[in-house]
């Protein structure tokens, strides 16, 4: 009885420890960098797990303004699920630390995510951004 006891033992704690890293490597951090005329994003971002942050797109990285001279602002534009774009502005002339996570709040676990970093130009001309970069979970 002993035997088999410690046998069980062992295996749940195999378990809960392999499923442990199995979630960690999930929900670890991967590269982003998306580029266009006059600014540059550069960081990390991760897909939360359920029930914190509603599941969310977590970006944390700079964003920057890279040509200060044309008088232009840059911003971060990103859509979850069906809703319609946020956007995350930056400062002109500057380069500014962002760190944001992009939910659905009608949802456990957010799935779909479409990002990209742009420059406004106005209201006049369209704004340029980079491509649109697409996530799923």
């Not at 979630?23 to 590269?31: F, M, Q, T």
């Not at 964003?63 to 971060?76: E, Q």
């Not at 009608?106 to 406004?120: G, H, N, P, V």
């Amino acid at each position: 009885m002993g035997k088999l006891r410690k046998s069980v033992t062992a295996a749940v704690v195999a378990g809960l420890f392999f499923g442990g890293a199995g979630a960690a490597v999930a929900d670890s951090w991967h590269k982003l960098s998306m580029r266009s005329t006059g600014v540059f994003f550069k960081g990390t971002y991760k897909w939360e797990p359920k029930f914190v942050h509603h599941g969310g797109f977590h970006i944390d990285g700079t964003l920057a303004d890279t040509d200060p001279d044309d008088g232009h602002n840059v911003y971060l534009r990103a859509k979850v699920q069906a809703y319609d774009w946020t956007r995350v502005k930056g400062v002109q002339k500057k380069e500014i630390h962002v760190n944001h996570v992009f939910f659905d709040g009608a949802m456990l676990e957010s799935t779909t995510a479409k990002i990209q970093a742009c420059r406004d130009r106005g209201s006049l001309r369209p704004d340029n951004c980079s491509k649109l970069r697409k996530f799923a979970r």
